[in-house]
């Protein structure tokens, strides 16, 4: 019994213009290396799992793909740079030599959400910083006052 593919195969050569296009398309395609049960190939190797998964790229989500896009956004805000950076051949190609299973997000992530999240935790930062101060200070004042006999005329 004839497979499908003979079948079809069969039935373009009933249709020699069309034939022809599949021949130049069969041409073109890279041979698959095929090893006979009687034959040994040592040089065939097949590829493992690991090596297919080391070409899958991170979702957005992965710990290690947040963590470098933190970093890429922390390198855009402290270095000044624009954001297409993300877009520059040299950036993409350093990223991709850095880590292979890095897909660099888009612009509009960094501008609108990275970015963002930067100048909200780094706003947050400072206030708390200032409100420890501040906390800081008014004790040092309200101590220095209640140490002073003249405690009223100097804190009022």
Known sequence: MLSGTTITINHLKLHPVEYTN???QQAKKPKVATVSPNTTNQSHTQPTISSFVQQ???EHSHISAKKLTDNIGNFIVKDLHPYSIV???GFRDMMEEAQPRYAVPNLTTFSRNIVPKLYENCK???KELLDNDMQDIQSVIYNGCMDFKSSKRMCQ
Request: no cysteine.
């Open 22 to 24: 599949y021949q130049s």
């Open 56 to 58: 899958l790229k991170w």
């Open 87 to 89: 877009y520059e051949s």
């Open 124 to 126: 947050s930062r400072v």
